[in-house]
C-alpha cells in the first residue's frame, strides 16, 4: 500500500476545535492537506460560542507547518454552512474533503425530552451535516471528486438509552449517505458513515473503565482513509474505536415469499416468522433497485 498523502487537498472538518475533529484536523495536515478547522466553541450541550476553540487547532497546524484557516460559523444554520464552505474556497479555491464531524447531546428520556432538545441535536447534526455538504457537494461536482464522511454513532445505528433525539439525527444521517453516495458517484464522489467510540468530552462520563483504551487518536486513521483519495468504498458504515475496525450494514433476509397473486393474512405473517427472521443468505443491498432486484425473480416465476 502507497502512503496516504493529501498534497494539494482541501478539507473541511467540522467541530474541529477538540475532540476527535480535532484529531482529524491534524492528521490531514500533517499529510500536507490545507484545511478548514471549523469550531463554535460551544458547551457539549452546544449552549455559547467561542472562537478561540478552532484558532487554538490552526495555530496548532501552523506551528507544525501546515496550512490551515479557522471557520466559528455554525453548522445549525443554511448560512452557517455556506460560510464555512465559503471559507476553503476564499483560503484554498476548493473543497475535496468534507468530514461532518460537529456534534452536541441533549440527553433525555423520551417521555421527558423537550421539543427544543430535539430540534438543538437535529439542527447540529443531521441539518448541519445537510447544510455543509450541500454547497461543498456542489463545488466537488464540478472538479469531479469528492470524499465525504458523516459522524453517525451506535446510538443511532443499534440504539442507547435515553438518546432518541440523537439517535434519530445520527440514523438520519445514514439515510443522506445512502443516497449521496448514489448521487455522487458519477462524479467520483465518494461518501461513507463512521461510528465512532471515543474519549472526549461527551463521552467521558458514559464510557467507565473503558474510557482508558478509547484513545480519539485510534478513530483518526479510518476516517482519514474515508477521507483519501485512496478510499474505494462509498455508501457504507464503518465502527472504530479502541483499535478495532468494523463494518456496519443493513441486510435484507431472504424472507419468505407467500406465492405469486397469493392472500396473505396476519396469521400467515405470524406463523412464518422464523423464515422471515432467519439470517442465512442476507445481502447487503446498495440501494433500493438491489432490494427490488431481489423481489423480481419471485415475482417473474410460476
Ligand atoms: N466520542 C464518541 O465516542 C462518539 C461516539 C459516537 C459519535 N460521536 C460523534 O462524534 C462527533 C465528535 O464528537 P466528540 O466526541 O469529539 O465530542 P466534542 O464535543 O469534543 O466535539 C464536538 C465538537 O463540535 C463542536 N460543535 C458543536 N456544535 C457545533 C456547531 N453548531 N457548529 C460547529 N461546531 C459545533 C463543538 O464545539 C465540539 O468541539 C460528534 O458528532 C459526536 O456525536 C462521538
Not at 49 to 56: H, T
Not at 150 to 168: H, I, K, P
Not at 246 to 258: E, I, K, Y
Not at 269 to 294: C, F, K, M, N, W
Request: glycine share 12%; proline share 3%; charged share 20%.
Amino acid at each position: 500500500m502507497t502512503d496516504i498523502g493529501f498534497v494539494d487537498r482541501v478539507a473541511i472538518v467540522t467541530g474541529a476545535g477538540g475532540g476527535l475533529g480535532r484529531t482529524y484536523a491534524l492528521e490531514l495536515a500533517a499529510r500536507g492537506a490545507s484545511v478548514v478547522v471549523n469550531d463554535l466553541g460551544g458547551s457539549a450541550a452546544g449552549v455559547g460560542a467561542d472562537a478561540s476553540a478552532a484558532q487554538k487547532v490552526v495555530d496548532e497546524i501552523h506551528a507544525a507547518g501546515g496550512a490551515a484557516v479557522a471557520s466559528h460559523d455554525s453548522v445549525a444554520t443554511p448560512e452557517g454552512g455556506q460560510a464555512i464552505v465559503s471559507a476553503a474556497l476564499e483560503a484554498f479555491g476548493k473543497v475535496d474533503i468534507v468530514i461532518n464531524n460537529a456534534g452536541i447531546l441533549r440527553d433525555r428520556t423520551f417521555a421527558k425530552l423537550a421539543h427544543e432538545d430535539l430540534d438543538a441535536v437535529l439542527d447540529v447534526h443531521l441539518k448541519g451535516a445537510f447544510h455543509v455538504t450541500q454547497p461543498a457537494f456542489r463545488a466537488m461536482k464540478e472538479n469531479n471528486y469528492g470524499r465525504i464522511v458523516f459522524t453517525a454513532s451506535n446510538a443511532g445505528v443499534l440504539g442507547n438509552f435515553g438518546q432518541t433525539n440523537y439517535g434519530a439525527a445520527k440514523m438520519g444521517l445514514v439515510g443522506l449517505n445512502n443516497v449521496l453516495a448514489l448521487e455522487g458517484a458519477k462524479n467520483n464522489i465518494k461518501s461513507n458513515v463512521i461510528c465512532p467510540l471515543a474519549r472526549t468530552r461527551l463521552t467521558e462520563e458514559l464510557l467507565g473503565p473503558l474510557a482508558d483504551a478509547l484513545d480519539p487518536e485510534l478513530v483518526t486513521p479510518m476516517v482519514v482513509y474515508l477521507a483519501s483519495e485512496a478510499c474505494e468504498y462509498t455508501h457504507e458504515i464503518f465502527s472504530a474505536g479502541g483499535g478495532r475496525y468494523a463494518r456496519m450494514f443493513v441486510g435484507l433476509t431472504p424472507g419468505w415469499f407467500a406465492g405469486k397473486g397469493a392472500a396473505v393474512s396476519a396469521e400467515d405473517v405470524a406463523a412464518h416468522l422464523d423464515d422471515i427472521r432467519a439470517q442465512d443468505g442476507y445481502i447487503v443491498p446498495s440501494s433500493v433497485t438491489d432490494e427490488l432486484g431481489a423481489l423480481l425473480p419471485l415475482l417473474q416465476s410460476d
